[in-house]
């Protein structure tokens, strides 16, 4: 019982920040960015209309056939070696519709195991697991739906817990106009085995976003707004086609910052990106704990431009 309660009590201090809501949730680390370009626009988007695989995290209706066969990586370093990544590879189905699969997972670096005197008694190992499976469909030209089929698994030490969950989308998008918009529905589900009797539910949101691009400037501004309280604005500099700058600002990333008594960068975040030759790269910092500034970085690139 001290075993799970110390590790409980580690984890709720790492993600405490970034929780979305009151109440009991499990698997947390959903909550903290899944790709550079939205960690840096404030860390949700559901709205951004890019030929990004990264940004299916946030809402499966960003998924398309223009995906297919891109593959990305990424990798949050959250905290001291406290490590957030996950992967993802889009492939079309015919003309209208994709599917795609990624792996999201989270590694918490080396803990010790000590008696109540002190005496080391071993390493503490802590790990989490998400597998997802994506679809999306074309409902009409401007229109897109999807959805996200999530497994998951924890181990903290030996105690383990397995949750199931979806994510759901709808994604509207006027290219004329530079205009979008996205609603989503995330991570409806919760956990089918705890670590000990009550079962918890996953950090669940829902989250409605619209995204806008100057007529007569490379500028596009969005603004996220959320279920549980938090409004997200960002805004990203778009020069030339293989480059991108944007910030962006968190409103409850900034809250949480200023009662636990963080720098005044907190809830701010900024980054860029661009193209080499067949691969993208983006990276961005922000503060999602009092303890560090965090640094994120995503690759990724169309597997036949490899010639594979």
Not at 243 to 261: C, D, I, P, R, T
């Amino acid at each position: 019982m001290h075993k799970k309660i110390s590790i409980g009590l580690l984890l709720a201090l790492i993600f405490a920040p970034v929780w979305a809501q009151e109440g009991k949730s499990s698997f947390d680390y959903l909550l903290l960015p899944h790709s550079a370009r939205t960690a840096a626009l404030g860390g949700d988007n559901v709205s951004l209309i890019e030929n990004d695989v990264s940004l299916i995290y946030n809402n499966p209706a960003l998924l398309g056939a223009e995906m297919d066969k891109k593959l990305n990586a990424s990798y949050l370093a959250y905290i001291a070696d406290v490590g957030i990544g996950n992967v993802a590879f889009a492939k079309a189905a015919g003309e209208r519709s994709a599917w795609g699969v990624g792996v999201q997972y989270a590694h918490y670096g080396n803990m010790k195991e000590t008696t109540e005197d002190n005496v080391v008694l071993g390493d503490l190992t802590a790990k989490d697991l998400c597998a997802n499976v994506f679809y999306a469909h074309d409902l009409t030209e401007n229109l897109r739906g999807g959805v996200t089929g999530k497994f998951l698994y924890s181990d903290y030490n030996h105690n383990t817990a397995i949750g199931v969950g979806v994510d759901v989308g709808l994604s509207y998008c006027n290219t004329a106009k530079g205009f979008s918009i996205g609603l989503t529905g995330k991570n409806i589900g919760r956990q089918v085995q705890a670590y000990e009797e009550d079962l918890a539910h996953l950090p669940w949101d829902i989250q409605l976003g619209v995204s806008q691009k100057l007529e007569n400037a490379p500028i596009r501004f969005s603004l996220t707004g959320t279920w549980q309280k938090n409004c997200i604005v960002g805004i990203d500099i778009l020069p030339r086609e293989n480059f991108w700058f944007g910030v962006g600002y968190n409103l409850k990333q900034s809250n949480a910052m200023h009662l636990a008594e963080g720098n005044k960068l907190g809830g701010f975040s900024a980054g860029f990106g661009l193209s080499i030759k067949a691969f993208d790269v983006a990276c961005a910092i922000g503060k999602y704990n009092v303890s560090a500034t965090s640094f994120m970085l995503s690759v990724s690139t169309f597997l036949s431009e490899m010639k594979l």
